[in-house]
């Protein structure tokens, strides 16, 4: 089945110490997109790939990155983690059409700053 | 700018009965699209449905039916006979930019707790 893999499901980093998650996707969607969601919060737009060109939201914090090497694959870098960085961290991915894009959503990282 | 409201923050109801779910947005395009996702407690945001601003049909599946009145920006979403399983935050969401790559505004989300 065509599917958004997020892995890993569980990732533990300590304070400061840069951590990066994955996300690949057999959809062959020309848009990923990294959401964060906070507990018991609304998911909140990071940042995304239309292809190969970055779109960042004005609200991202510079500590927050991504990199997409292919169509496939798509990476969130936090340089240095904070404690008010633990959240679960949605990938989504969508093909842009005419009639609106639903985005697909992967089963989430959620990270812990210890 | 674009906002999502959904102001019921927590519903609990008996099995078996119907429920509705509200959802109030904000937007200043003419063209724009609507969502509703459910998160079950495993985390994933299932898609539920998709409705563009210029499509005012109301849309049933199953048990699921969507409600869209532009007059009131509202979208509600109404679970009829819910079971057990429908428990779960929903969130409505909405995208504008014509269906371009823009990411999506979401709602607060209603979590339904079904009892049975």
């Known amino acids: 089945d065509a599917m958004v893999i997020q892995n890993p499901r569980y990732q533990v980093t300590q304070f400061g110490k840069p951590v990066t998650l994955s996300c690949s996707q057999t959809l062959n969607h020309n848009v990923m997109y990294w959401y964060q969601q906070k507990s018991s919060q609304a998911p909140k737009l990071l940042f995304h790939y239309y292809d190969k060109d970055f779109n960042n939201e004005a609200d991202t914090p510079d500590n927050f990155q991504s990199r997409r090497p292919n169509t496939s694959f798509c990476f969130l870098d936090i340089r240095s983690p904070g404690l008010g960085d633990a959240a679960m961290y949605l990938c989504a991915t969508s093909r842009v059409r005419r009639g609106g894009n639903e985005q697909f959503f992967g089963p989430g990282t959620r990270l812990t700053v210890l | 700018a674009q906002k999502v409201t959904q102001a019921q923050t927590e519903i609990s109801v008996v099995e078996k009965e119907d429920v509705t779910l509200d959802c109030v947005y904000e937007?200043?395009?003419?063209?724009?699209?609507l969502f509703w996702y459910k998160q079950p407690p495993s985390g994933e945001l299932v898609f539920l449905i998709r409705?563009?601003?210029?499509?005012?049909q109301n849309e049933i599946s199953g048990r699921y039916s969507w409600n869209f009145q532009k007059s009131t920006s509202s979208f509600n979403f109404t679970i009829t006979a819910s079971q057990v399983v429908d428990s779960a935050v929903y969130f409505c969401?909405?995208?504008?930019?014509?269906?371009?790559?823009?990411?999506?505004?979401f709602g607060k989300g209603t979590h339904l707790i079904i009892q049975p």
């Open positions: 937007t200043r395009d003419t063209t724009y699209y």
């Open positions: 409705r563009n601003s210029f499509d005012e």
């Open positions: 969401a909405l995208s504008e930019a014509g269906g371009g790559a823009d990411g999506l505004t």
